[in-house]
């Protein structure tokens, strides 16, 4: 570890999925991916189905893995099809899947249907490794809390926060409950507006060991400059970096909007918020 307990240059690349999802990104894209994922040493790329032959042929000779996505990024699609899905990247050469749950089933409470669900993409994966995308931005932590009980209780390998098409993505305060539910053993991962090497600190911290982003090249060469200094490490004002300074009623269901409405009133960084509106 660096000066101030930062993670050293090497730990920090094998925590980052180096992420490329936009569905308009040509050839050229995914392999300049996999060219950066190369030189700096991330764990694995994170792609659309459509492109892991490509990147499976680029990174065959190294020890990236190929990470897809399944049932992206609504969760809403039949499990047969999430089945198909998964089945369909392993064998282009995946070697982990991310997956959306369902997410309407589990707010209906059908939380057998989201194990089902869960159970089926893990059975075929075949013993690849499965992160079990939750989408935190339309859940209450109550609901959250399931999601991770009903991923673990699936055997699932990790619990990601969201998808970065959601109503907002990776929170601290949302990694910290996903890892006290979720226990040690259990992988957590934060995705979603990660930009720089202070938000990919503030979400290591509070519990994630692996992270999904497209900024993966800044957030190393800032920790080139920051691992001089703890003073480097900008802590932001809390309200900037709460779920319920985010909430959106034009993106969530508006009982979810009202639930995040509710925590700002009550905060007490409330003072903080000079966004907030009586």
Request: hydrophobic residues 40%; contains cysteine; positive net charge.
């Amino acid at each position: 570890m660096n000066v101030g307990g930062f993670p050293t240059k090497e730990e920090l690349a094998k925590m980052i999925d180096h992420t490329l999802l936009d569905p308009s990104s040509t050839y050229s894209k995914i392999e300049k991916l996999c060219n950066e994922a190369v030189k700096y040493g991330f764990v694995a790329v994170c792609i659309n189905p459509l492109h892991v032959r490509l990147a499976s042929e680029l990174l065959k000779s190294t020890a990236i893995k190929v990470c897809s996505v399944i049932g992206f990024p609504f969760g809403a699609t039949p499990t047969k099809v999430k089945v198909f899905e998964t089945r369909y990247v392993i064998e282009d050469g995946a070697e982990e899947v991310d997956m959306v749950i369902n997410i309407g089933a589990l707010r209906s409470g059908d939380y057998e249907r989201v194990r089902n669900d869960i159970e089926a993409v893990v059975e075929a994966a075949s013993g690849s490794i499965v992160k079990v995308i939750i989408e935190t931005g339309y859940l209450t932590d109550e609901e959250k809390v399931k999601a991770c009980q009903l991923a673990k209780g699936a055997r699932a390998h990790f619990v990601k926060t969201s998808t970065g098409f959601g109503p907002f993505g990776a929170f601290s305060s949302d990694v910290k409950l996903m890892r006290k539910v979720v226990g040690s053993k259990m992988g957590v991962k934060a995705a979603g507006g990660i930009r720089d090497f202070n938000d990919a600190l503030r979400l290591i911290r509070a519990g994630a060991n692996r992270l999904g982003t497209s900024a993966s090249v800044s957030i190393i060469e800032g920790l080139e400059w920051a691992k001089y200094s703890e003073a480097w490490f900008i802590e932001e004002i809390p309200c900037k970096i709460c779920a319920s300074r985010h909430s959106n009623l034009a993106k969530q269901p508006k009982e979810v909007y009202r639930y995040y409405k509710s925590k700002c009133r009550t905060c007490p960084h409330r003072k903080y918020n000079v966004f907030y509106e009586k």
